[in-house]
């Protein structure tokens, strides 16, 4: 369980959060990661400035399809290519759904389709051509409640 933390702290955590994962270890688990979009859903409430979430999921026909070990960590290195040093990725959804949260001085407007497109460029060119077409990648603002 993720212990509660205090707006004081917040962006420390954040900041070893993100060294921790630099270091090559894994991916934020869901839980881990689930609480740090929340955690940055709300400062960017209180300080007004815009935050994109990206998923990347497999797809067969309309179903997300469970990832392999090795198209997982295809996915994720697509990913990493795609954050910066604030930004964070792990599972929101373990082996399924894939996601970065993309941090601090992200650009208002149509950003997030900019953002899907380099995203989408950077997994693609990470995976095996025969999986190219079912991956789905998803840019989204962070609104005030993040869905299940």
């Known amino acids: 369980m993720i212990s509660h933390t205090t707006p004081s702290n917040i962006g420390a955590l ?3 959060a993100c060294s921790l994962w630099r270091r090559g270890s894994e991916p934020y688990s869901p839980e881990v ?11 960017a409430e209180q300080s007004k400035r815009p935050v994109l979430v990206a998923m990347v999921s497999m797809r067969s ?3 997300p ?12 290195s697509g990913l990493a290519h795609t954050v ?3 930004d964070f990725i792990g599972w929101y ?25 380099r995203v989408r460029r950077a997994v693609c060119g990470h995976l095996p051509a025969a999986l190219r077409d ?11 409640k993040v869905a299940d």
């Open 14 to 16: 954040l900041a070893y």
């Open 33 to 43: 990661f689930r609480h740090f979009l929340a955690v940055e859903r709300k400062r």
């Open 61 to 63: 026909e309309a179903e």
């Open 65 to 76: 399809q469970r990832m392999s070990r090795r198209v997982g960590a295809q996915v994720l």
């Open 84 to 86: 910066r040093e604030v």
């Open 93 to 117: 959804h373990q082996d399924y759904v894939a996601g970065a949260v993309l941090v601090q001085g992200t650009a208002p407007g149509d950003a997030a389709v900019a953002v899907e497109e």
């Open 134 to 144: 079912s991956a789905r990648v998803r840019v989204r603002r962070l609104s005030s």
